[in-house]
T-cell receptor
């Protein structure tokens, strides 16, 4: 009974490189959310996706960040041309539905940009 | 706009004692949900307890209870009989946004249980 899986757990990138973060939701969950946690802060919503659709991306930076949740395979958060300010923990969560359903969180990916 | 406020950056409690972690929220939505999550040093987010805005009774889950005061817009977490394993960051969160799809998190409270 696997929970939300994220990989890699730790990712180091040099400035200007691309970072790809993967998230496999709980089996049976079709709703995926991405959050960013900066040091000493709470989680900040980035994007909400269902299969093949971006539902709400109001928390995503306008440039360099993109997310997808294809019909098959994990959800991907992609950060192009990373900068030092992108260093953070990125959490993925999934839920069975919206509204009252709780979100189950993955262990997070810690991105360090050098 | 939705906002969650946790005013206690750090708290200490003696083992076996009870502790209350404060959380206040702001929303104009008539229907909302309030959640508490625990984040140990390993980093994962662990769901603890949920309170719906229309729930008549305060939520309880084992040693966790939520002191929900709707008029004051507060949703404090009470941990009874603290254990050493309770040492962690605790985040209060509120469900909101489009169709309730976003979670708004507070800045967290670091709880340390003293033996």
């Amino acid at each position: 009974n696997a929970g939300v899986m994220q990989n890699p757990r730790h990712l180091v990138r040099r400035r200007g490189q691309e970072a790809r973060l993967r998230c496999s939701p709980v089996k049976g969950h079709s709703h995926v959310y991405w959050y960013r946690q900066l040091p000493e802060e709470g989680l900040k919503f980035m994007v909400y996706l269902q299969k093949e659709n971006i539902i709400d991306e109001s928390g995503m930076p306008k440039e360099r960040f993109s997310a997808e949740f294809p019909k098959e395979g994990p959800s991907i958060l992609r950060i192009q041309q990373v900068v030092r300010g992108d260093s953070a923990a990125y959490f993925c969560a999934s839920s069975y539905g919206t509204g009252a359903y709780e979100q189950y969180f993955g262990p997070g990916t810690r991105l360090t940009v050098t | 706009a939705q906002k969650i406020t946790q005013t206690q950056p750090g708290m200490f409690v003696q083992e076996k004692e009870a502790v209350t972690l404060d959380c206040t929220y702001d929303t104009s939505d008539p229907s909302y949900g309030l959640f508490w999550y625990k984040q140990p040093s390993s980093g994962e987010m662990i769901f603890l307890i949920y309170q719906g805005s229309y729930d008549q009774q305060n939520a309880t889950e084992g040693r966790y209870s939520l002191n929900f005061q709707k008029a004051r817009k507060s949703a404090n977490l009470v941990i009874s009989a603290s254990q050493l394993g309770d040492s962690a960051m605790y985040f209060c969160a509120m469900r909101g946004g489009q169709a309730g799809n976003q979670f708004y998190f507070g800045t967290g409270t670091s709880l340390t249980v003293i033996p």
